[in-house]
């Protein structure tokens, strides 16, 4: 079993703050892993997901151990995070804080025509910038199951 620590970005009481969160998982293949899970601790709690074959669900399962007043603050829960409609890399989504997004037929048209940027815009699922921004359906649509 490895393990990393990772500094994730959480939003507690509408505050953002980064608290070092550790990453537990196998290796199988080369960027393939298995029995992924996230541990934290706040305050005097130990905070720990299910375990998952696949680090989106993973992510997923752990905010669902959360308390409510706390969110994970990322690329998978940003609304610019969008994943590849045609497939991703295990712990990839692409920033598309630049494009305009009316549903998934306009989200197919960019990743069919992808060019020299697509490089530049695949994140890891954990990762955080400035320009993060909660999924919110009603402003903007983006291709992720987050919510």
Not at 50 to 74: G, H
Not at 96 to 111: C, E, G, M, P, Q
């Amino acid at each position: 079993m490895k393990v990393d620590t990772l500094n994730v970005k959480y939003i507690i009481d509408e505050k953002t703050t980064v608290i070092p969160t550790k990453m537990f998982y196998e290796i199988v293949a080369e960027d393939e892993f298995q029995t992924i899970h996230f541990e934290v601790q706040l305050n005097n709690h130990q905070i720990k997901s299910k375990l998952s074959n696949s680090v989106e669900y993973a992510i997923k399962y752990f905010q669902t151990e959360l308390p409510d007043n706390i969110r994970i603050a990322c690329c998978q829960s940003c609304q610019h995070g969008n994943f590849n409609p045609f497939g991703d890399l295990e712990n990839e989504i692409f920033c598309l804080k630049d494009k305009t997004l009316l549903n998934r037929d306009r989200v197919v048209n960019i990743f069919s025509e992808q060019d020299d940027s697509f490089d530049t815009r695949s994140r890891k699922l954990l990762d955080y910038c400035k320009d993060y921004q909660s999924i919110c359906e009603s402003e903007k649509y983006t291709y992720n199951d987050w919510v």
